[in-house]
């Protein structure tokens, strides 16, 4: 492999020093994967590749060599693909294609080497835990893959998550193992599966427990074990892999849900789609070079650019659990006060997660609909195979429910989710404060009241903190972690830490009215509701938001949150932020007719239930009105999109977040902005922070905005007006 040119790591060890050599008997040898600069999770990054490829050529030479095991320094640590840091640093075409190029022919000369690709090794991948993308390429190369069957094991081809498809012979040796459908499955929604899934689907051709994976696969590679490969029906390859007509059907249905997904917004897919369904039917060099011309103008393009900064952002976030350079201890005993909506799914998810909680409510009816449904869940959840029978029980037994708040002598975490009213929050966790060890830390998950106000007169302010979820709990990725004037850093470090364990992503945030992602939802929702009361019609209103990127209209997503809740937050930010936050009486107007939303079977849309009880949207609701006013996509972006933005920057100028990647990070997990922009701030780099005044200003001399509160909204922040002069950017 030819690395001269390609970018090293600054910590990039010396050669021949990445793979480990074993020779444990005579014509076996074992390549252990043990980067010296990775001494947590290895990549396959150039230090790496490099040395797989000086490795190989060794081993080319070696006439008595039989048997060749591929593996990590331990069952349950291989590689986590490619280094991402490095995809992101690729910045032209050239280099683009030189870094697919090396990876596609270094692989392509392991399978060589291999029996499956005419040479006179049988080589085998020992696997396990995380074995994603390029590590996962890496296996499909040998002639089996043995896969260590735990918890932690994940394997598959999430590539089309950053904007690029697999680039190293993933789109071709795939559905080769699986067959297309399985194949574009996977690829498609760069989803991971769990061992049993890998092997039921044909990705793998065994399970092993970890503390066998190595030995299991050494008598694999030595012939003293027979292992067949996993295969598909004959029929089923040659009446759908490799018909012509089969796979353009198949085509054309995958083609028509990507494009309802995505709007064509992601390239990537589109592409791996064409590349799955014709492999089957090329030979692999010329699948290689498909490949490979598919992937180089997706490295650079700006989708991928704005999906990487999102993936480290993430990353980043995962230290705020951190406290004093380690990991903060973890919460193995919780409370949640209040069975509503909120606290029952907090409860639940608790508990999924491997923390005793025990859940307090007034309401025994309340109290008993969350234990049903956590039952129903977990049931699903086994059906599903991603919980085995015993994990589900025990994930059972770990909520508790009573009516008595008694049982909390050791209890680590309280979080209330009670009625929105500061009376009741204060009084909820000084009772709880009083009865729970010195230290435990006191939650709220209030989503408009002020932490310090909650906190005040309570003994150690220092241990309360907001944690906001976003309802649906089991769905919604982010957590704000909302520090109070008095919190202290090791709470918020061990409120974040569990946030993590519950698998969520937390952002910091200080104790502002609305925090970040309410504050800078709001006039983004009041502007589709000011639009709708001009006379533009929803559907046109939700059709150029969803066009935009947003994976919900504006108008669906105030009948989802429900219109009264949408009312009482936008009444507390403009009680907060006075007449640029001032909202719309239009919704007060349908509220008087007991239109809530979905819920109510009737807000701006009118809904009607299914068979199975869900609602179903069946029209405009009349006294919303005909909607007959025209107004291009544009205008209506502008509009709604730039009422958001430039609440955003304020936000940012007044260090309600650490920073511009965090601030994207809590738009897309928390409000879902449209991914492949990066965030708000990323969007407003692209559009050009000049030309964003230019619209705002052109938006606040309008005919349309004819209040002086209102216009007041689209007042250019002064750090956006800042960035203009100097032509800086935020990202």
Request: aromatic content about 4%.
């Given at each position: 492999m030819n690395v001269d040119g390609l970018p090293l790591p600054p910590n990039a060890p010396e050669p021949r020093t990445c793979w480990r050599i074993e020779r444990p008997r005579t014509g076996l040898v074992r390549l252990v994967l043990d980067p010296p600069h990775r001494p947590k999770l290895p990549l396959?990054?150039?230090p790496t590749l490099r040395d797989l490829d000086l490795a190989l050529a060794d081993l080319a030479d070696e006439r008595e060599l039989v048997g060749l095991v591929i593996t990590g320094r331990d069952p349950l640590t291989f590689a986590g693909g490619?280094?991402?840091?490095?995809?992101?640093s690729i910045t032209n075409d050239e280099l683009a294609r030189r870094v697919v190029a090396e990876g596609q022919e270094l692989f392509q000369r392991l399978h060589e080497l291999s029996k499956g690709g005419g040479g006179r090794v049988f080589v085998v991948a020992a696997v396990g835990g995380p074995v994603p993308g390029g590590a996962c390429e890496l296996s499909l190369a040998c002639d089996r893959i043995v896969l260590a069957n735990d918890p932690k094991t994940r394997i598959g081809l999430p590539e089309v998550k950053l904007g690029i498809v697999p680039g190293w012979g993933g789109t071709q040796r795939l559905p080769r193992r699986t067959g297309v459908p399985a194949a574009l499955d996977l690829i498609l929604t760069g989803k991971l599966?769990?061992?049993?899934?890998a092997l039921s689907l044909g990705i793998v051709d065994r399970l092993a427990q970890p503390a066998d994976l190595v030995?299991?696969?050494d008598e694999i590679a030595m012939g003293d074990r027979p292992c067949r490969r996993a295969r598909r029906s004959a029929w089923k390859r040659w009446f759908i892999d490799r018909n012509p007509v089969a796979g353009a059907v198949v085509a054309h249905q995958a083609y028509k849900s990507v494009w309802k997904r995505t709007r064509g917004h992601y390239p990537a897919p589109l592409a791996a789609l064409s590349l799955v369904v014709r492999a089957p039917r090329m030979r692999l060099g010329t699948g290689l070079h498909a490949e490979r011309d598919a992937v180089v103008p997706l490295v650079t393009s700006p989708v991928t650019k704005s999906l990487v900064g999102l993936f480290f952002a993430a990353e980043a976030a995962k230290k705020l659990g951190e406290f004093d350079g380690r990991k903060a201890p973890a919460i193995e005993r919780a409370a949640v006060v209040g069975a509503g909506t909120m606290g029952g799914g907090i409860a639940r998810r608790l508990a999924l997660s491997g923390v005793s909680v025990r859940l307090f409510d007034l309401q025994p009816a309340a109290l008993d609909a969350v234990k049903r449904e956590h039952a129903r869940d977990l049931k699903q959840r086994v059906r599903r195979r991603r919980l085995q029978q015993h994990e589900a029980d025990a994930a059972y037994d770990r909520l508790a429910i009573t009516r008595e708040v008694v049982g909390i002598a050791r209890t680590e975490f309280v979080i209330?989710?009670?009625?929105?009213?500061?009376d009741i929050k204060r009084q909820v966790l000084g009772d709880w404060a009083a009865r729970m060890p010195p230290g435990a830390i006191l939650a709220t998950n209030t989503s408009s009241l002020s932490i310090d106000a909650i906190a005040e007169g309570l003994a150690e302010p220092e241990r309360v903190v907001g944690m906001h979820f976003f309802n649906p709990v089991d769905r919604m990725p982010l957590v704000e972690v909302v520090r109070g004037t008095a919190t202290s850093d090791e709470t918020i470090a061990r409120t974040a830490r569990l946030a993590l364990d519950l698998g969520k992503t937390p952002v910091v945030t200080r104790d502002v009215a609305g925090f970040l992602v309410n504050r800078v939802l709001g006039p983004y929702l009041d502007e589709a509701v000011r639009l709708l009361e001009s006379g533009v019609g929803p559907e046109r209103i939700d059709d150029a938001l969803l066009d935009f990127g947003m994976p919900m209209g504006p108008c669906a997503l105030l009948d989802e949150i429900g219109l009264d809740i949408a009312q009482h937050a936008g009444a507390s930010l403009a009680a907060a932020y006075g007449p640029r936050m001032q909202t719309s009486t239009f919704l007060a107007r349908l509220l008087e007719h007991e239109f809530l939303g979905k819920k109510s079977g009737g807000g701006i849309y009118l809904y009607e239930s299914d068979a199975r009880g869900r609602r179903r949207k069946r029209g405009v609701n009349p006294r919303v009105g005909a909607g007959g006013r025209e107004l291009s996509h544009e205008d209506i972006v502008d509009?709604?999109?730039l009422a958001m933005a430039n609440e955003a920057v304020?936000?940012?100028?007044?260090?309600?977040v650490e920073d511009a990647a965090t601030l994207d990070l809590a738009t897309v997990f928390g409000m879902g902005f449209a991914p492949?922009?990066?965030?708000?701030?990323?969007?407003?780099?692209?559009?050009?922070?000049?030309r964003a005044v230019d619209r705002l200003r052109a938006i606040h001399g309008s005919p349309d905005v004819e209040q002086a509160t209102h216009r007041d909204r689209f007042a250019p922040a002064h750090l956006l007006l800042e960035h203009a002069r100097n032509g800086a950017q935020f990202r």
């Open positions: 396959l990054d150039v490619a280094d991402v840091e490095g995809i992101g599966v769990e061992p049993q899934k030995r299991i696969a209330e989710a009670v009625a929105e009213r500061l509009r709604t999109v304020r936000a940012l100028e007044e260090g309600v492949f922009r990066g965030g708000v701030l990323r969007f407003l780099d692209a559009l050009g922070p000049q």
